[in-house]
């Protein structure tokens, strides 16, 4: 690549995806967007200069920015018709399964930009879903709770715009609080690419077959609703609950999960790559201190979270599987204090990982080099065999 430092692996391993966005070294514990670590960008950029960055390639200037900006708050009102599509779903579903739902209606609605060959077409799905996604996401929370959903207000920020539609009514004015608004920009840009996670991996192969933006972005929000990648976050606060509730203390739960009983996890634990501490992790877990200060909200899932957290590390059948915390270990104790249900955390992941998911879309659709293959397989089933006779 002309201009850039490439990376010398030693070896070509040719089955692997190829991508320009994001850089994971497990062992090192380093993530990097675009080249820069995440410990600069998640301090030093906005979500929507990381968005842009992951897109696009490069930091935006101060003009791009206002321009992308600008273009994404025009796009946030949705369809009359897409908003009522809302009504007919059961208020108990789950919001992923809303969100998705949601997402994959968008295909329905704008048949002007679904050809994935037309950069034209790529860029406005690319503006619709930046701006319309956070909308259906507030959408499917205030379904969740039985109340009115809001029209977007398009003078407030990408990130404040999000939580007045999902924390304002129609019967008062909403005041964003500026400690939620900058630890929700925070988290939202530490989820926002991680290469090719299981739900990046998703929308790649569904966009390989020129299937349109919308319906890749959905599937990769189904993927993402599992609880081994993004429910993990939901499934922690559920994990520190139980805890909490049957009082035999941290200990004699870490003893359940080494002697794996029925399955018992430490969710918010170990990866698929990190097999050091998740970069990501360390900076969450600053913000949970600063945000549940700042909010004067004590929470004791945080201090059993912490506890648990010292007796694994500390504990050989841990460190010998090199299980740390992951990217979900404590982002759900401060969703929790920003009034989040259990249940939207993980719309909450995808929201941050929408702008490294059409990144790694419109990749693999335009450069040749970064298409994902058919995946490889072994087959380990029969050798060849004939029927019984007669059949
Ligand atoms: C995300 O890929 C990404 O980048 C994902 C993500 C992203 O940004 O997109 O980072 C987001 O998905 C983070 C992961 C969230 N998931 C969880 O927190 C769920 C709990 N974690 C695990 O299920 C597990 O750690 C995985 C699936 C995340 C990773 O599993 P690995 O690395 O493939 O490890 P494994 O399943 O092969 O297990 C190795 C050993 C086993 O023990 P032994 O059979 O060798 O005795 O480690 C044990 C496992 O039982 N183990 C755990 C454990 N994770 C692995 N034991 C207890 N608790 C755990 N969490």
């Given at each position: 690549?002309?201009?850039?430092?490439?990376?010398?692996?030693?070896?070509?391993?040719?089955?692997?995806?190829?991508?320009?966005?994001t850089?994971?070294?497990?062992?090192?514990?380093?993530?990097?967007?675009?080249?820069?670590?995440?410990?600069?960008?998640?301090?030093?950029?906005?979500?929507?200069?990381?968005?842009?960055?992951?897109?696009?390639?490069?930091?935006?200037?101060e003009?791009?920015?206002?321009?992308?900006?600008?273009?994404?708050?025009?796009?946030?009102?949705?369809?009359?018709?897409?908003?009522?599509?809302?009504?007919?779903?059961?208020?108990?579903?789950?919001?992923?399964?809303?969100?998705?739902?949601?997402?994959?209606?968008?295909?329905?609605?704008?048949?002007?930009?679904?050809?994935?060959?037309?950069?034209?077409?790529v860029?406005?799905?690319?503006?619709?879903?930046?701006?319309?996604?956070p909308?259906?996401?507030?959408?499917?929370?205030?379904?969740?709770?039985?109340?009115?959903?809001?029209y977007?207000?398009?003078?407030?920020?990408?990130?404040?715009?999000?939580?007045?539609?999902?924390?304002?009514?129609?019967?008062?004015?909403?005041?964003?609080?500026?400690?939620?608004?900058?630890?929700?920009?925070r988290?939202?840009?530490?989820?926002?690419?991680?290469?090719?996670?299981?739900?990046?991996?998703t929308?790649?192969?569904?966009?390989?077959?020129?299937?349109?933006?919308?319906?890749?972005?959905?599937?990769?929000?189904?993927?993402?609703?599992?609880?081994?990648?993004?429910?993990?976050?939901?499934?922690?606060?559920?994990?520190?609950?139980?805890?909490?509730?049957?009082?035999?203390?941290?200990?004699?739960?870490?003893?359940?999960?080494?002697?794996?009983?029925?399955?018992?996890?430490?969710?918010?634990?170990?990866?698929?790559?990190?097999?050091?501490?998740?970069?990501?992790?360390?900076?969450?877990?600053?913000?949970?201190?600063?945000?549940?200060?700042?909010?004067?909200?004590?929470?004791?899932?945080?201090?059993?979270?912490?506890?648990?957290?010292?007796?694994?590390?500390?504990?050989?059948?841990?460190?010998?599987?090199?299980?740390?915390?992951?990217?979900?270990?404590?982002?759900?104790?401060i969703?929790?204090?920003?009034?989040?249900?259990?249940?939207?955390?993980?719309?909450?992941?995808?929201?941050?990982?929408?702008?490294?998911?059409?990144?790694?879309?419109?990749?693999?659709?335009?450069?040749?080099?970064?298409?994902?293959?058919?995946?490889?397989?072994?087959?380990?089933?029969?050798?060849?065999?004939?029927?019984?006779?007669?059949?």
């Amino acid at each position: 690549q002309t201009g850039m430092t490439t990376l010398d692996y030693g070896f070509v391993n040719t089955a692997a995806t190829k991508s320009n966005i994001t850089y994971i070294d497990g062992d090192q514990g380093i993530l990097r967007y675009r080249g820069y670590p995440i410990e600069q960008v998640a301090k030093g950029l906005s979500f929507l200069e990381v968005a842009w960055l992951l897109i696009y390639g490069e930091i935006p200037t101060e003009s791009e920015l206002e321009d992308f900006d600008r273009r994404i708050r025009r796009h946030t009102l949705l369809h009359e018709d897409l908003k009522r599509f809302f009504d007919g779903l059961p208020h108990q579903a789950h919001p992923m399964s809303v969100l998705s739902s949601g997402v994959s209606a968008l295909s329905t609605y704008y048949q002007d930009s679904l050809d994935p060959t037309n950069p034209e077409h790529v860029e406005i799905s690319t503006l619709r879903l930046l701006a319309k996604m956070p909308v259906m996401a507030a959408y499917a929370h205030k379904k969740s709770v039985g109340q009115a959903f809001l029209y977007p207000d398009n003078t407030l920020s990408f990130v404040d715009n999000f939580l007045r539609l999902n924390f304002g009514t129609m019967a008062e004015p909403y005041e964003v609080n500026p400690v939620v608004s900058s630890a929700l920009e925070r988290l939202l840009i530490l989820h926002a690419d991680h290469e090719q996670n299981a739900s990046t991996s998703t929308v790649r192969l569904v966009g390989s077959t020129q299937a349109n933006m919308f319906a890749s972005i959905s599937a990769g929000i189904n993927a993402l609703f599992g609880p081994l990648h993004g429910g993990a976050n939901e499934a922690v606060l559920s994990m520190l609950g139980d805890i909490q509730a049957s009082g035999e203390g941290v200990a004699k739960y870490v003893e359940r999960v080494k002697n794996k009983e029925a399955g018992v996890k430490l969710m918010g634990f170990g990866h698929r790559v990190y097999k050091n501490y998740d970069p990501r992790a360390k900076l969450v877990k600053e913000s949970a201190d600063e945000v549940l200060e700042a909010l004067g909200v004590h929470d004791d899932l945080l201090e059993i979270a912490k506890e648990l957290e010292q007796i694994a590390l500390a504990d050989d059948y841990f460190k010998e599987r090199r299980l740390y915390p992951n990217v979900d270990f404590y982002t759900g104790v401060i969703y929790k204090a920003m009034g989040f249900p259990t249940r939207m955390f993980t719309v909450l992941f995808a929201i941050g990982r929408l702008p490294g998911w059409i990144a790694h879309w419109r990749e693999m659709t335009s450069d040749p080099q970064t298409k994902i293959g058919r995946p490889q397989q072994l087959y380990l089933g029969h050798a060849a065999r004939d029927l019984p006779t007669g059949r």
